[in-house]
């Protein structure tokens, strides 16, 4: 059983103060009868759950978007650091890991979810989905750097990566849309052509774009609008 705003929000009708106002204004049936109470119980698999004349669908698949801050490690587990599910609460049972990894001290969007097939897709190098930082560096990122992007950096290991672009917005300042996800890539990159990142903060991934309203360490469910544009990547 599962409180009934509980379960609006986490299907993405509206945060957890918007679909108890849902609730108490007379929009949800339960069974054909109108409920009010918020905090009525409901089986979320056998009762027909209805808002405004739709048919709810209750999934076990869980997709939060974080604002990650500085200090959290993009894992499920570590022996030394606090991890990013520690700034989850509620999902504690759903078996939820981040898709893909932000470094410690990187700050901004990432996906949390228990739909392992979404993550592997999102993740494959086949799919060359975008990823979207904002950083602040120092060094100048001069005309051959973005020739060099653009046609593949090769990084201190060998390797070479996916051509990419930057985009300098002002001194010192810039984004950078990448295809890959290797460890430490963007400052690697950014080091590969003589400059040094000083901040980073991923603000879109692939047709998810964070919610500037979340403050450091806040998160919300996705609508879901934005769970349907991360499936069609699949």
Not at 25 to 32: A, E, P, R
Not at 45 to 71: F, R, S, T
Not at 188 to 205: D, N, P, Q, S
């Amino acid at each position: 059983m599962m409180r009934l705003d509980k379960m609006l929000a986490h299907c993405g009708y509206g945060s957890r103060k918007e679909v108890k106002e849902y609730i108490r204004k007379g929009y949800v049936l339960v069974n054909g009868e109108v409920i009010t109470d918020d905090d009525y119980k409901v089986d979320e698999k056998n009762d027909e759950v209805v808002i405004a004349n739709q048919n709810v669908c209750y999934d076990e698949m869980i997709y939060i978007m974080l604002n990650k801050p500085d200090g959290y490690i993009s894992a499920t587990y570590d022996a030394n650091d606090p991890i990013v599910l520690d700034l989850i609460s509620g999902y504690e049972k759903r078996n939820l890991f981040p898709v893909g990894r932000l470094d410690k001290d990187t700050e901004g969007l990432l996906l949390i979810t228990n739909d392992g097939k979404l993550a592997h897709n999102l993740l494959s190098p086949k799919k060359h989905i975008d990823k979207i930082y904002y950083l602040k560096f120092e060094g100048e990122f001069t005309k051959k750097a973005h020739e060099l992007f653009e046609n593949g950096v090769i990084l201190d290991d060998g390797y070479m990566c996916m051509p990419a672009k930057f985009i300098n917005l002002r001194n010192g300042e810039g984004k950078i849309i990448i295809k890959e996800g290797k460890y430490h890539q963007v400052k690697r990159m950014m080091e590969a052509v003589g400059c040094r990142v000083t901040y980073l903060k991923r603000i879109e991934f692939g047709p998810l774009k964070l919610d500037e309203t979340l403050d450091f360490g806040e998160y919300r469910l996705l609508t879901l609008e934005e769970i349907n544009d991360l499936k069609k990547c699949e």
